[in-house]
């Protein structure tokens, strides 16, 4: 039907291609099951508060936060600022690659 992406993992960051979030970005932080997860962003959404989302109304991006990856299993939770310090991270490392790609275009 739809094109088939990879399972999502807890600590996974995804950018939400419907709803009222669209283009935002969030922070797996539970598998529900095949179809849904929970998503936080420490910010707007928190990890007390996650909201569950159909996995096919998700752009999974391959960068997986290890240090949320790592809370989630030791203790089942993790903090909002590590949740936002994710996603920062994520978008840093977006925006340098973007830049590597058009100094070596050009």
Do not use: W
């Not at 989630?72 to 590590?82: C, P, S």
């Amino acid at each position: 039907m739809g094109s088939e992406q990879a399972a999502p993992v807890p600590g996974q960051i995804a950018q939400v291609l419907k709803g009222k979030e669209t283009g935002s970005y969030f922070v797996i932080v539970r598998l529900l099951d095949h179809r849904f997860v929970l998503i936080a962003d420490g910010d707007r959404r928190k990890f007390d508060n996650a909201k569950k989302k159909n996995i096919s109304h998700l752009k999974l991006q391959t960068y997986v936060s290890f240090e949320v990856q790592k809370s989630l299993l030791e203790t089942g939770r993790v903090t909002n600022g590590k949740l936002r310090y994710a996603i920062a991270h994520f978008l840093d490392e977006e925006m340098s690659n973007l830049r590597k790609g058009e100094s070596a275009d050009g």
